[in-house]
């Protein structure tokens, strides 16, 4: 896999769209659902066509608890793990709702395990 | 009594979401977000003991209502979807809890399961179709 121009700019959206996630939740006590909402509408209006579907799906691994992504830092990891995931699997299950769920869930889960590794 | 509220919010916000993002032509995102994000503020101010519950079943179906039109054509299809939704939401409300994507995973859970259940019913309706064509009628038999 090369790293072109657009998938630096995929993983610094997963970044910054995953640690603004959890900043709205977990700092501002905004709770997950509308930190992830607030996320998905700022993207849809503010960023073009498919790069705010991966802004969006990157905030569902934002929603983690503190259990999952116990800091900001770990939250940064998570993001550029998401968007390795989505850059890997942008053409499989194309049009299935749910699709950026289950690849924030699979980020979300690997995240944890790196965490657990590093103690 | 709660697990038919649970169902009923989840058509809601996936009929809502799919209404949006195809009729309105206003994108998967838009239509999901915005759903998401006033559930997240109305469910917990109107329904002070179930609000929290009702705001993630609402943002759960809303991600189910992101589905192309090509997966599912018409409102039939996203109130079957957002059912299930309902239904796998209650049977696994403890499962990976705390892990971000676990509401899109149900919902794409309940997209498969649909979209496995309708073809299945379109390819048995067809076999049985070609059965009956296939079979020998007249006055010789």
Known sequence: MTLDKSKIRILFLAIGSTSLTWMLNHHFGLGPIVASGLVGVIAALFIPGALAGIAYTSSFVGMSSLAVLPSLIIALLGGLIVGIVIIATTEVYAGIGGKGGTTAAAAALVTKAITGLIG | ?141
């Open chain 2, 1 to 141: 009594m709660n697990t038919l509220l649970i169902i009923c919010t989840a058509i809601v916000a996936g009929v809502a979401t799919y209404i949006i993002a195809n009729n309105f032509n206003k994108g998967a995102v838009l239509a999901s977000a915005s759903v998401t994000l006033v559930s997240g503020i109305i469910f917990p101010y109107f329904f002070p003991t179930m609000g929290t519950t009702l705001m993630v079943v609402a943002a759960c179906a809303s991600y189910g209502g992101m589905v192309s039109r090509k997966n599912a054509p018409s409102l039939i299809d996203m109130i079957m979807i957002s059912s299930i939704i309902g239904l796998l939401f209650t049977l696994t409300a403890t499962s990976y809890a705390g892990v971000g994507g676990r509401l899109g995973t149900i919902a794409a859970i309940s997209c498969f399961t649909w979209i496995g259940v309708r073809n299945s019913a379109t390819a048995a309706t067809r076999a049985r179709k070609s059965d009956a064509y296939s079979k020998p009628v007249g006055v010789w038999q």
